[in-house]
T-cell receptor, first 115, second 112 residues
């Protein structure tokens, strides 16, 4: 069965802290994504990666960075957390060829509160 | 750039009634369209997708959607709502080669 696992479901961090959100997929997918979900705004793409060590900015990359050292793992990094980064973060993965209709699979999400 | 608009941030229906969730898209190329569902405190699960071929697409849990190019719509329907259908629903369209662009979401409430 398809599995995208986000290591932390709920986190509370202080302003200015460095925050790591980890995601692992077990489907040998090339693509991995980080989305942010906010009420009334739907999901917005932060970054995505189409191969190991490769990354592209999404629609809202400011204040975030990513790391993909291994194919199965994609990390989202908040270098200095701020209160406006309080949100739900969703990791996803897909096989190459989303434009051909391949499905994107999502993890269960990480709720981050910055105080 | 491709985009989707979901009409109605909140829809409420009675158990057993028809469910209709509206989605309109904007795309300069033939679109690939998706509906995802999110149950409380969970990630997103694919309900159905349209790529090519038949314009009426059947998904899981009795949902279906019809691609109408003339109306640039991809509305989601279910003939008879069940309490377990209460969730948030997202319409999405492919942008570029690998990315999904989501609508704002519609929260579906089922009244007993």
């Amino acid at each position: 069965d398809v599995k995208v696992t986000q290591s932390s479901r709920y986190l509370v961090k202080r302003t200015g802290e460095k925050v790591f959100l980890e995601c692992v997929q077990d489907m040998d997918h090339e693509n991995m994504f980080w989305y942010r979900q906010d009420p009334g705004l739907g999901l917005r793409l932060i970054y995505f990666s189409y191969d190991v060590k490769m990354k592209e900015k999404g629609d809202i990359p400011e204040g975030y960075s990513v790391s993909r050292e291994k194919k199965e793992r994609f990390s989202l990094i908040l270098e200095s957390a701020s209160t406006n980064q309080t949100s739900m973060y969703l990791c996803a993965s897909s096989d190459w060829g989303v434009s051909a209709g391949n499905t994107i699979y999502f993890g269960e999400g990480s709720w981050l509160t910055v105080v | 750039a491709q985009s989707v608009t979901q009409l109605g941030s909140h829809v409420s229906v009675s158990e057993g009634a028809l469910v209709l969730l509206r989605c309109n898209y904007s795309s300069s190329v033939p679109p690939y369209l998706f509906w995802y569902v999110q149950y409380p405190n969970q990630g997103l699960q694919l309900l159905l997708k349209y790529t090519t071929g038949a314009t009426l697409v059947k998904g899981i849990n009795g949902f279906e959607a019809e691609f109408k190019k003339s109306e640039t719509s991809f509305h989601l329907t279910k003939p008879s709502a069940h309490m377990s259908d209460a969730a948030e629903y997202f319409c999405a369209v492919i942008q570029g080669a690998q990315k999904l662009v989501f609508g704002q979401g519609t929260r579906l409430t089922i009244n007993p």
